[in-house]
């Protein structure tokens, strides 16, 4: 599924790239699988039938798609010479020869503008690209009946989307359900034609999309956006989608009632979403992570409080208001607001994660949450800890001591931002002046981003989350209260490596042969760009890849690699012999492959105290192993001292680098890293 998501993603882009709304015709050429995929794309994004030719030589098999009618290739039918024209091959490869005959007809029967679209490169061979397609259908969207109260609101506020309001409204508008649902749209006095659109979806399905047009833009005046638009709300159930994201799955709303209907103690329930940064500058990935929910399916509120892992447009509540009168439910002008709404159904029941990636975030420069938030909307998200500690949070000590590092991370910005008046707000407030009396850690730094911040983020709630046994064993591993890096989100044991690999200067060369067992976003990127003569990533679960930018993942089980002996000159393993059933099985394969002076890094968790590696089958549950092992698909926790003669028993020489004879004290803290943890390094000899 995630590769569909991929490629509908690319589709989307394709579409604002070339600009296909400036042009007055669109001629598709080519409607077998990818056409249904790139005709769908149209159709969500409201493209009038009669803009777009679809040419295909089966045209008697396949006669219409979406709407769409599909003929066989006639240049007569063009003959309005005014007209501007975009060509789509949607095989470029195999089709090259005829787009470019139908770009000649084209230009000599008179027009001046053809633009032959021919660049997919998304559209290779990979049919998985299009699975789950459906087959082909109409319009999906029906009369509904006037009288029946909707049982679903679909919420969405939009301000100067007009570059993606369409996507979004098309996602919506063809919901497919057994039940009445309403989209209350509400746009803040946009400028950039906005409205102009939401009109249009207005005319074409009035019975669907209830509109308010603000004429003044009222976030500004520090209205509640959203309190306006629930306000009007009649459904048993919420769900949200703001105007410049969409949802990918036109059964959405239906599985989600589905759900809450069969799960009557559920308030909540969300699933995972795309997250797509319009410029690229990362990898597109799936939020939450197991790890940002806890490695979790049903929640509580007490999970929600130590961090927001529900994405605004994948969540449905149990609408708090249903058959009440609304009453503002919180105190305006404090952000996030969707966190908070979350907070406060969570108060009546469970939260409960259906995982099925249904829509997409896109993460765009004139997003509310683009440049530096902090500083944009500071005073808005103290006003956030406060209202909760006030109204929602039962434990205020515990709540408090959950955001002191945010809190911590404000005043700092603050600071370095000369923000008098947040900082009177802050040192004023009993809340956070007495919270304030905490002593600040110095600044933090990605080293591989080179971003600065105050804090990183902490992997599931941080050390306080460590289990009495872990701790009593001192394991040794990943930075929990120094994990994910708040920017690029590198992880603590990918920086540490890195930083490893510069001052130990081991990157590959030219004529280098790499294994690189579950590869690391940024190291991947790394070691790809040195060029060495073959680069092997691989992985148990490939698939897990394809939606973090990392290409050509091969499935190989790490107890049984499929290479000749002596093959490789590098071997890296970072922290994935802790997954694996039989590590010596492992250790003795990597031992075969790599060539006689080659080398492997073999990170793992480990403890100084254990003398056997500790592990048990009667530890067989998520709970149990992360109790005992830290993760719920670790199966030991190995001990240093008989890792070591792991190592020596299968041949390798040992070549432990220490932490502290490469970096000084200051390095760990700011770079967030466990300075504990030594880097593993053995040479085959």
């Not at 009038?48 to 979406?66: F, G, L, M, P």
């Not at 209202?387 to 001591?401: C, F, P, R, T």
């Not at 959950?402 to 600071?415: A, D, G, Q, W």
């Not at 591989?448 to 105050?454: D, E, L, Q």
Request: some cysteine; charged content about 30%.
């Amino acid at each position: 599924m995630i590769e569909s998501l991929e490629g509908k993603n690319k589709l989307v882009k394709f579409i604002d790239r070339y600009t296909l709304q400036s042009y007055d015709k669109v001629l598709v050429y080519g409607a077998g699988k990818f056409g249904m995929e790139f005709l769908h794309l149209l159709h969500i994004y409201g493209f009038e039938k009669n803009k777009v030719t679809v040419w295909d030589i089966n045209y008697e098999t396949i006669k219409e798609i979406y709407g769409f009618v599909v003929s066989k290739p006639a240049f007569e039918n063009f003959n309005n010479v005014e007209n501007t024209i975009s060509v789509i091959a949607l095989d470029p490869i195999k089709n090259r020869v005829v787009i470019d005959e139908i770009k000649q007809k084209l230009i000599s029967v008179g027009y001046k503008n053809v633009v032959v679209s021919n660049d997919i490169s998304f559209l290779d061979a990979n049919q998985k690209l299009i699975q789950d397609i459906q087959d082909i259908i109409e319009m999906p969207i029906r009369a509904q009946d006037k009288t029946t109260v909707p049982l679903v609101s679909v919420a969405c506020l939009t301000f100067n989307h007009a570059k993606f309001i369409r996507l979004c409204l098309g996602s919506l508008v063809i919901q497919k359900t057994n039940f009445k649902f309403e989209i209350l749209v509400h746009d803040d006095a946009s400028t950039d034609g906005t409205q102009e659109i939401i009109k249009e979806y207005e005319r074409k399905f009035p019975d669907l999309v209830k509109p308010i047009y603000q004429k003044e833009n009222q976030f500004s005046k520090g209205a509640e956006l959203s309190s306006l638009n629930f306000a009007r709300a009649r459904g048993k159930y919420l769900a949200l989608c703001e105007g410049d994201d969409y949802w990918i799955d036109e059964n959405k709303l239906q599985i989600q009632v589905d759900f809450m209907e069969k799960n009557p103690d559920c308030s909540v329930c969300f699933h995972p979403v795309m997250v797509v940064w319009e410029n690229e500058e990362h990898p597109n990935s799936i939020f939450p992570s197991p790890e940002i929910r806890f490695n979790k399916t049903v929640l509580e509120l007490e999970d929600l409080l130590k961090r927001n892992f529900i994405q605004t447009n994948s969540v449905m509540y149990r609408w708090a208001f249903y058959e009440k009168k609304y009453e503002p439910y919180r105190a305006p002008d404090l952000l996030p607001g969707d966190w908070y709404l979350h907070l406060y159904h969570a108060q009546y029941g469970k939260i409960c994660f259906i995982d099925q990636c249904m829509s997409v975030y896109r993460r765009h420069e004139n997003g509310i949450w683009s440049g530096n938030p902090l500083v944009r909307h500071g005073i808005k998200h103290l006003r956030f800890f406060e209202e909760v500690h006030k109204n929602i949070a039962k434990d205020k000590d515990a709540y408090l001591k959950t955001v002191l590092k945010s809190i911590e991370c404000l005043y700092k910005t603050f600071i370095d931002n000369d923000l008098k008046a947040n900082l009177e707000y802050m040192e004023k407030h009993s809340l956070w002046s007495n919270l304030l009396l905490t002593k600040f850690k110095r600044i933090k730094q990605c080293y591989i981003c080179k971003a600065t911040f105050y804090c990183f983020d902490e992997y599931m709630g941080g050390s306080d989350n460590v289990s009495l046994w872990r701790k009593k064993i001192d394991c040794i591993g990943s930075d929990v209260d120094n994990f994910g890096c708040p920017s690029c989100h590198c992880h603590d044991r990918e920086r540490h490596l890195f930083a490893y690999f510069d001052k130990l200067n081991l990157w590959p060369k030219e004529d280098n042969k790499i294994l690189h067992f579950a590869p690391e976003n940024f190291l991947y990127k790394k070691i790809d760009s040195c060029k060495p003569l073959e680069y092997i990533k691989a992985d148990w679960e490939p698939e897990l890849y394809i939606n973090r930018g990392i290409k050509d993942v091969r499935k190989i089980d790490l107890a049984n690699i499929s290479f000749v002996d002596n093959y490789f000159d590098i071997v890296i393993c970072n922290h994935v012999l802790e997954h694996i059933p039989n590590m010596q099985k492992g250790i003795a394969e990597i031992h075969r492959v790599l060539k006689k002076g080659g080398f492997a890094v073999l990170q793992t968790p480990y403890s100084k105290l254990l003398r056997k590696h500790f592990e048990d089958s009667g530890i067989n549950t998520d709970e149990l192993r992360n109790f005992f092992y830290g993760q719920n698909d670790h199966v030991r926790i190995v001990s240093e001292n008989n890792f070591f003669e792991d190592l020596e028993e299968a041949g390798f020489k040992l070549d432990i680098v220490k932490h502290s004879d490469l970096f000084d004290s200051d390095f760990a803290e700011t770079y967030g890293v466990n300075p504990k943890e030594d880097l593993i390094k053995v040479v085959k000899i």
